[in-house]
Antibody, heavy 116, light 108 residues
Framework: EVQLLESGGGLVQPGGSLRLSCAAS????????MSWVRQAPGKGLEWVST????????YYADSVKGRFTISRDNSKNTLYLQMNSLRADDTAVYYC?????????WGQGTMVTVSS | EIVMTQFPATLSVSPGEGAILSCRAS??????LAWYQQKPGQAPRLLIY???TRATGIPARFSGSGSGTEFTLTISSLQSEDFAVYYC??????????FGGGTKVEIK
């Protein structure tokens, strides 16, 4: 069974940093592009970033470019999102998602709250 | 950036009735469109990709149509588990990948 399990969310002050992880299982992780999608409380879905499976090409939304870094460790079947210079408007549930360019499988999400 | 607009924002439907949800793109996205369903407290679930291809395990009462800038998701006979928020997403021209604002299908 394909599973994605996010972790690393929490409460952080504005300007702070956080690293999210997404542990994958049930498929050949290195063969698939992976993405992060977020959802602010009561709002819609916003694509954040994507990383390819093996070439490690990365793509970012303008709203996070220069502050967030997506990466992966194919030996550990894990996807990461390093978030720096966090702002209040980064507050959201962050989902990792498998497949591109549509998102076939989603994790359960991890909540990030940016507040003083 | 391609802007996706969904309408109506809320659709009130009685169980057993059909529902038609609309999604419009600011520029043509060909057939590069997906639909998702999201229930409260849950992650989204892929329903449709390629504008009209049902994802694995999705019931036949869900169907997608359209191309270019106009798309519809039709639910032929709403079941209790279908009351949720539905999002469209374009992947023709990215980055960025963009979603519509969602349509909430509620019980009438």
């Amino acid at each position: 069974e394909v599973q994605l399990l996010e972790s690393g969310g929490g409460l952080v002050q504005p300007g702070g940093s956080l690293r999210l992880s997404c542990a994958a299982s049930g498929f050949t992780f290195s063969s698939y592009a992976m993405s992060w999608v977020r959802q602010a409380p009561g709002k819609g879905l916003e694509w954040v970033s994507t990383i390819s499976g093996s070439t490690l090409s990365t793509y970012y939304a303008d709203s996070v470019k220069g502050r967030f870094t997506i990466s992966r460790d194919n030996s550990k079947n894990t996807l990461y999102l390093q978030m720096n210079s966090l702002r209040a408007d980064d507050t959201a549930v962050y989902y990792c998602a498998k497949d591109m360019p549509w998102f076939g499988i989603w994790g359960q999400g991890t909540m990030v709250t940016v507040s003083s | 950036e391609i802007v996706m607009t969904q309408f109506p924002a809320t659709l009130s439907v009685s169980p057993g009735e059909g529902a038609i949800l609309s999604c419009r793109a600011s520029h043509s996205v060909s057939s590069n469109l997906a639909w998702y369903q999201q229930k409260p407290g849950q992650a989204p679930r892929l329903l449709i990709y390629g504008a009209s291809t049902r994802a694995t395990g999705i019931p036949a009462r869900f169907s997608g149509s359209g191309s270019g800038t106009e798309f519809t998701l039709t639910i032929s006979s709403l079941q209790s588990e279908d009351f949720a928020v539905y999002y469209c997403q374009q992947y023709n021209n990215w980055p960025p990948l963009t979603f519509g604002g969602g349509t909430k299908v509620e019980i009438k």
